[in-house]
């Protein structure tokens, strides 16, 4: 069986939070996973995973360089001894200058795709980046839209491209190369039992409904904000207040003003139809 789950997403649509739960439920022992010592999800951006496989320093590639390797590190990462190696990827499904999908898929197993009401995202991805509303609705539907790109190769990571948040969610689900499950934030701040159980049935470990809810009761939003109140995030960027901020869908509506709201369903409505996030007037 291929071994690679990726955990795909734009950011800020509940990726750290499925992580947090599939530590928690692959634990089992009753007690919150260390936010800071996830092992689930390890980023597939990366650039020590690029450094570790390649013996190079990436920072003395290319961003173009380091795509072509992408596949390559992903495969090797691949042959060490695991049932199941779940990978958390923000960019795109795109191919590198050679033609090749950076996921390769005879070592994939599948992908969960995880969406949010743009809206949300547009909120969220703001407080995230320390820029303006309107900048950050910009880059959302900014076509080569690639952060930690060539310009900044001292960061932790290396270029992975988002492109516009609805090309972003497209290039997963119209591929044909790797079975997608899709998950909607929405969904698992709802219905998280059912949302989350079918997470695991969809990596293929043995479900079991105890083991789900106590999973999702450890992996609450309050539990992870406190630990991060109390001992902080690793992953949260520097100069970011709080990683974890609010953890709710449609706070847009006290944020975002009327030509903000205009703007984004203007961008990116025919996705948001797709996912059920216009079925309401006033969306």
């Given at each position: 069986?291929?071994?690679?789950?990726?955990?795909?997403?734009?950011?800020?649509?509940?990726?750290?939070?499925?992580?947090?739960?599939?530590?928690?439920?692959?634990?089992?022992?009753?007690?919150?996973?260390?936010?800071?010592?996830?092992?689930?999800?390890?980023?597939?951006?990366?650039?020590?995973?690029?450094?570790?496989?390649?013996?190079?320093?990436?920072?003395?590639?290319?961003?173009?360089?380091?795509?072509?390797?992408?596949?390559?590190?992903?495969?090797?990462?691949?042959?060490?001894?695991?049932?199941?190696?779940?990978?958390?990827?923000?960019?795109?499904?795109?191919?590198?200058?050679?033609?090749?999908?950076?996921?390769?898929?005879?070592?994939?197993?599948?992908?969960?795709?995880?969406?949010?009401?743009?809206?949300?995202?547009?909120?969220?991805?703001?407080?995230?980046?320390?820029?303006?509303?309107?900048?950050?609705?910009?880059?959302?539907?900014?076509?080569?839209?690639?952060?930690?790109?060539?310009?900044?190769?001292?960061?932790?990571?290396?270029?992975?491209?988002?492109?516009?948040?609805?090309?972003?969610?497209?290039?997963?689900?119209?591929?044909?190369?790797?079975?997608?499950?899709?998950?909607r934030y929405e969904d698992m701040l709802n219905c998280p039992l059912e949302t989350f159980g079918a997470a695991v049935r969809f990596i293929g470990w043995e479900y079991e409904e105890a083991r789900v809810e106590r999973a999702v009761r450890l992996s609450a939003f309050e539990n992870v904000q406190a630990q991060e109140r109390a001992r902080g995030f690793k992953e949260k960027p520097s100069g970011m207040p709080a990683f974890f901020r609010k953890g709710q869908a449609?706070?847009?509506?006290?944020?975002?003003?009327?030509?903000?709201?205009?703007?984004?369903?203007?961008?990116?409505?025919?996705?948001?139809?797709?996912?059920?996030?216009?079925?309401?007037?006033?969306?």
């Open positions: 069986m291929n071994p690679i789950i990726w955990l795909a997403s734009y950011p800020k649509v509940g990726n750290t939070w499925l992580r947090v739960f599939l530590e928690n439920f692959k634990r089992d022992d009753g007690r919150p996973a260390d936010i800071n010592a996830l092992e689930v999800g390890y980023n597939a951006s990366s650039r020590a995973l690029f450094d570790d496989a390649l013996g190079v320093e990436s920072s003395d590639l290319s961003a173009n360089e380091i795509d072509r390797y992408r596949p390559a590190v992903y495969r090797q990462a691949a042959a060490k001894p695991a049932e199941t190696l779940i990978l958390k990827a923000h960019d795109a499904y795109t191919l590198n200058d050679m033609g090749e999908p950076l996921f390769p898929t005879d070592v994939t197993r599948g992908a969960i795709y995880l969406v949010r009401n743009p809206l949300d995202v547009a909120v969220s991805f703001a407080h995230h980046l320390g820029k303006s509303m309107d900048a950050t609705i910009a880059l959302m539907a900014q076509p080569d839209f690639a952060p930690d790109g060539e310009t900044n190769r001292v960061k932790r990571k290396v270029r992975h491209k988002l492109l516009t948040w609805s090309e972003h969610a497209l290039s997963w689900l119209e591929q044909n190369e790797i079975r997608v499950h899709v998950m449609g706070s847009w509506r006290e944020e975002l003003n009327g030509d903000q709201i205009a703007r984004i369903i203007r961008d990116h409505g025919e996705v948001m139809q797709r996912f059920g996030y216009m079925e309401k007037k006033g969306v």
